[in-house]
């Protein structure tokens, strides 16, 4: 068993200028993953009153009665109550087991309201963005959440504008979200960024060893088995023939004609099967295949241009940004095998 309080230098040491430290209060529930509850602590937590004086004042504040553990075995014990809602100047809702993200507590829901009516900042890392949608914060709002629980999480929450591609949200810098777990950096560094100026920001990822800003969106991370496939039993082998045909023109009467359906009949089952055009679906695929060439081979743009069935690396490049939100350069950058060996 491991035990972890705020002993954080951050949040006890008096500032030399005499001017109040920002109030972080970071809240922790049962079975938070440690990751999201360490990043906050990383940023926040360690006194850098070398950088800006005075640095953060933080702490963690226990969103729910009881012992509270996380994911790796860690009990967390925080120095405040909900209380300390009604006066942070921040409050992070880091991610959180599945049984808090469908049934918040109602207390922290209402402290959070509190916090959010008197003005103060409330971001969510990860899945916490569930907490902060059951607490009405969101509606009418763009959100996001890690690329995995999107779906989901739309579906319970038809009032926020769910971003899929993003790493962040920043509503006016009044209610902020983060996407999965690395985005949780993103998302502190922005907070600092905006508080302190790039500079500092800047200063804060390079001790970390990070970018101080990354590009593109979780788009380019998204696993490409979650792209909707069209059903075989409807279909035929025409997914199989496309992927061997993506470097050839293919219309929809093309598709149709292998799938042994009316143009009409196709596209009608095609829309309802997949919710996209065929066309749109065999953008994807080209798409999709386009990642995988850059992953595994040293070909030029140019060249995989031409085997996904763009016209040249241009159009390539539109495409590919508008679905992965960053060019084909920058994502060879981040995922080649090359680049990793």
Not at 90 to 104: F, H, N, S
């Amino acid at each position: 068993m491991v035990s972890v309080a705020n002993n954080s230098p951050a949040a006890k040491r008096a500032p030399r200028s005499g001017r109040r430290p920002h109030k972080v209060a970071v809240v922790v529930t049962r079975g938070l993953p440690i990751f999201e509850l360490a990043v906050p602590c990383e940023v926040f937590g360690i006194d850098r009153s070398d950088l800006v004086d005075p640095w953060y004042d933080f702490r963690f504040v226990a969103g729910q009665a009881g012992d509270l553990s996380t994911t790796g075995g860690f009990h967390v014990h925080p120095e405040s109550g909900l209380d300390y809602l009604d006066e942070a100047d921040t409050v992070i809702v880091p991610a959180c087991d599945r049984v808090v993200q469908i049934e918040p507590p109602q207390p922290l829901l209402e402290a959070l309201r509190r916090a959010h009516d008197r003005g103060a900042r409330i971001a969510s890392l990860c899945s916490g963005s569930y907490v902060l949608a059951a607490a009405g914060l969101l509606d009418g709002r763009r959100a996001t959440s890690h690329w995995m629980n999107l779906d989901d999480f739309a579906a319970r929450y038809p009032r926020v504008h769910v971003d899929h591609n993003v790493l962040f949200t920043d509503n006016d810098g009044t209610v902020l979200t983060s996407a999965g777990t690395a985005a949780s950096i993103d998302l502190c560094l922005h907070l600092v960024r905006h508080d302190f100026g790039a500079g500092v920001a800047a200063s804060v990822a390079r001790r970390m060893v990070i970018p101080a800003q990354r590009e593109g969106g979780q788009a380019q991370y998204v696993d490409r088995d979650t792209e909707p496939v069209p059903p075989p039993a409807v279909f035929g082998d025409m997914l199989e023939w496309v992927s061997s045909h993506l470097d050839e023109p293919l219309t929809v009467a093309d598709l149709a004609r292998r799938a042994s359906l009316s143009r009409r009949h196709f596209h009608r089952n095609f829309v309802r099967a997949t919710g996209q055009t065929p066309l749109q679906w065999v953008q994807s695929r080209r798409v999709r295949r386009a990642q995988e060439l850059l992953e595994s081979t040293d070909l030029s743009v140019e060249q995989i241009a031409t085997r996904t069935g763009f016209a040249n690396s241009n159009t390539l490049r539109t495409h590919f940004v508008r679905a992965v939100t960053v060019s084909p350069q920058q994502y060879r950058r981040n995922f080649s095998e090359a680049a990793a060996s």
